[in-house]
């Protein structure tokens, strides 16, 4: 993907000569870490973007100083632990990977206690130094969150949801690649919607359309279902203590950021799941949910519904639905 990704990311900067596409300066925040290293790196190659400010409670110097030397134009600058608001200044995108992992046996809302503050702690500065950025939330558990960045915006009074991005693109990559695992097809020709929330059952793989998954009946449907919802945990198990999807979920929010940045700089047609502010079920207390969205100059441009589901979509959903009601009422609250 990076090699045409990198070429398409380079025509398109040309094509969308606009200041902004030009001067996009990025933040990642836990760039020292497992995803926040690799991620770094896959953005230095992006010509999209011109500086890449990297921050972490420990390390991110160093990281920052390694990356600097690869042969893209981008700057590189690292912060230390004292250094966010300076991290921030100026930035169009914030990614958010800091926070701690997943280990054998957790589920990613076990990971809530520690995270929720942290990703609290860093939206409050965003909020306060770049309230203009666009929040890429990476850290677990996402269903939660993404609520809490937006209730620390809409607190600060600087909330716009067309700016808030809660990270699903690993469960659309995994979708994509075990489904062309079992059918013997190329990946690219696999692009399965994963809708809902980025947890066990609140991932909600819509294998009926894709021709490549439309076939898929009865056991066989049900495993690659089960795989793409627990794929993180064949991960975590064996790495066996030692964390969670680090490389597959840094290309997951490298991708991500790529098609964000090419929808900001102008590109029409930018289209992918994403967990956001969404009308799509709000009637049912549902305020943010992941479907197929598309990516603008503002950020947001567009939520598209799930379309029509088969009946064990259907079932999929409603099992969904619940969880991530719990998952997003937990991350208000907190912030409350
Ligand atoms: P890690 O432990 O390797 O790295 C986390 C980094 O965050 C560390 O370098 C740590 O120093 C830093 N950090 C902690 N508190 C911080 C703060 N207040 N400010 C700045 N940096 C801080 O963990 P890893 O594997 O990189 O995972 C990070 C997060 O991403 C976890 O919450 C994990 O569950 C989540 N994740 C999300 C996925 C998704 O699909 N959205 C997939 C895989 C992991």
């Known amino acids: 993907m990076f090699a045409r990704s990198a070429t398409r990311s380079l025509n398109n900067a040309r094509q969308f000569s606009s200041s902004a596409a030009r001067q996009t300066k990025v933040a990642v925040l836990g760039a020292g870490g497992g995803i926040g290293q690799p991620l770094s790196l896959l953005l230095k190659q992006n010509r999209l973007v011109t500086s890449l400010n990297l921050y972490d409670i420990r390390g991110a110097p160093g990281v920052a ?28 995108v914030v990614v958010i990977p800091a926070g701690v992992p997943r280990k054998p046996g957790m589920t990613r809302d076990d990971l809530f206690n520690t995270n929720a503050s942290i ?40 909330y716009d949801p067309r700016r808030i991005f809660g990270i699903t693109t690993l469960d659309v990559v995994r979708a994509s690649r075990f489904l062309s695992g079992i059918t013997g097809t190329d990946p690219k020709d696999c692009n399965v919607p994963v809708v809902g929330g980025h947890s066990g059952a609140t991932i909600v793989p819509l294998l009926s359309h894709v021709a490549h998954g439309k076939g898929l009946k009865g056991e066989s449907y049900e495993k690659l279902v089960h795989r793409i919802q627990f794929g993180g945990d064949e991960v975590v198990k064996a790495k066996d203590g030692a964390g969670s999807a680090t490389l597959s979920m840094a290309y997951a929010g490298a991708k991500f950021t790529d098609a964000l940045l090419r929808g900001l700089s102008g590109e029409k047609g930018v289209i992918t799941p994403t967990f956001v502010k969404s009308p799509l079920y709000a009637d049912k207390g549902i305020e943010y949910f992941s479907s197929l969205v598309e990516l603008g100059v503002n950020g947001v441009e567009k939520i598209n519904p799930v379309g029509p589901l088969s009946a064990e979509e259907e079932k999929l959903l409603e099992a969904c639905l619940p969880d991530l009601k719990k998952n997003i009422e937990k991350g208000k609250a907190f912030v409350a």
Do not use: C, M, W
């Open 65 to 92: 100083a390694d990356v600097s030397h690869i042969d893209t134009p981008s700057e590189v600058n690292g912060y230390p632990a004292d250094q966010l608001d300076q991290a921030l200044e100026g930035v169009k």
């Open 119 to 158: 990703v609290r702690d860093l939206a409050s500065a965003v909020a306060r130094v770049s309230p203009e950025a666009h929040l890429l939330i990476i850290s677990n558990p996402v269903n939660s969150t993404v609520p809490i960045v937006s209730e620390v915006f809409k607190k600060a009074g600087v």
